[in-house]
């Protein structure tokens, strides 16, 4: 599939590839995330993307709600620790009316105050449910640990404390910061033809005009010190993070580390720890291992649920799974099987026209460039045993492994 790309006058980035389909994945994402709040404006992005949708200056929160769905569309948003993404999925004949209403809550946001104090506590709600998951909570304390006194220990969802102090001039102010065209992608994935993404996107979102000059730049992810933390938390069951920092998103070994990854604890119930501490043991119903890549840096995890009396168990067995990477490695037979799964994992994946959309937004934000699903499987391929032994002994080594316990 091919791939379309130019930027507006205003410094909007535009990517568009062709799709069969007969919904069309059309986004915004804002180079804003959590990682470029500053102390005072804990949770300030994930607040943003909740206010976007709550006025503009030719549309109510009532209007927006109702632009797509009167259409069957779809209009949702998510924040990261590193970007904000406003997205829609609608009918073909529809993508004009979704770049229109993406450009104007994106570019023309009002955050009226009456709104701001229904919607504060929404969000306070948010946070006290997922305080209640243990199982989600621990991985946003587990980074806050690898990333100890850096914008990337912040939690997304910020704190109920800074949200009551917040009003329309500190959304405005983070806006003119950040919601620019020029730190913005437009993304497109759809059976649409260029040229009439071309027209639509110049004609609706290249009068928006960039309030500030320039991107604002990130503060780096800090020193990395391993350490071992247990806290107490009122659960039936223990949770457990083990890992340490990972690679950036083009980082020469993040293929590597993501196949090593596969094996080890991913989503296949075929892997290492699954089976060793699920299949054969039956002491946990969820283990997994899992990596994330940021622009810079990365974080390597496993996780796992048990009964208290079982910690030290399956802590020993997640790091001997570890160390037989670190010391064996993968046999040819081993790697060429790890090899095959990934790539088929990879193919299934694209069948998700919403992931892809994503991450084709995404890519193009941070990176400027988008790697096709053929690109990846060669550098799969690349792959080789000696390779791949250098990356597990750079990022499994136990001497450098955080561990983080509720209990």
């Known amino acids: 599939m091919s791939l379309n790309t130019f930027t507006l006058d205003n410094g909007l980035r535009v990517i568009h590839m062709q799709s069969y389909a007969h919904v069309v994945y059309s986004g915004i994402i804002v180079n804003a995330g959590t990682r470029n709040e500053k102390p005072e404006q804990t949770g300030m992005a994930h607040f943003m993307e909740h206010m976007s949708f709550k006025g503009t200056g030719k549309r109510s929160a009532w209007h927006i709600l109702n632009r797509m769905e009167t259409v069957g569309g779809d209009l949702n948003a998510f924040t990261t620790k590193e970007d904000t993404v406003f997205y829609c999925a609608s009918l073909e004949r529809d993508f004009e009316r979704a770049a229109e209403l993406l450009g104007d809550i994106v570019f023309d946001s009002t955050y009226p105050q009456s709104e701001i104090e229904k919607e504060v506590g929404v969000i306070v709600d948010e946070i006290r449910s997922y305080q209640d998951s243990p199982s989600e909570l621990i991985f946003d304390d587990f980074e806050a640990l690898l990333f100890h006194g850096t914008p990337l220990a912040g939690q997304i969802l910020g704190t109920e404390e800074h949200l009551l102090t917040y009003g329309t001039r500190n959304a405005q102010d983070f806006a003119c910061s950040f919601y620019n065209p020029s730190n913005a992608v437009f993304f497109v994935y759809g059976d649409l033809d260029s040229k009439r993404v071309e027209r639509v996107a110049s004609r609706y979102l290249s009068h928006y005009a960039n309030r500030v000059a320039g991107i604002p730049e990130l503060e780096g992810p800090g020193i990395y010190c391993p350490q071992c933390v247990e806290m107490h938390k009122d659960t039936h069951q223990a949770h457990v993070m083990i890992g340490s920092r990972g690679v950036g998103g083009r980082h020469e070994n993040r293929i590597g580390l993501y196949l090593l990854n596969n094996v080890l604890g991913g989503p296949g119930m075929n892997s290492r720890l699954n089976l060793s501490m699920r299949e054969r043991t039956g002491l946990v119903y969820n283990v997994e291992s899992n990596v994330s890549s940021y622009t810079d840096t990365g974080v390597f995890c496993i996780y796992f649920g048990c009964d208290l009396k079982d910690i030290e168990r399956c802590r020993r067995i997640a790091v001997k799974e570890l160390d037989r990477l670190c010391q064996d490695g993968l046999s040819d037979a081993q790697l060429r099987a ?20 994503l991450g084709l937004g995404k890519s193009w934000l941070h990176y400027g460039d988008y790697q096709m699903l053929s690109q990846l499987t060669e550098q799969i391929k690349g792959l080789d045993r000696g390779k791949l032994l250098d990356i597990a002994q750079d990022i499994f080594n136990t001497e450098n492994l955080t561990t983080l316990i509720y209990k």
């Not at 090899?339 to 892809?356: A, R």
């Open 338 to 357: 790890a090899k095959k799964q990934l790539i088929g994992q990879m193919g299934v994946s694209t069948d998700s026209f919403e992931n892809v959309a």
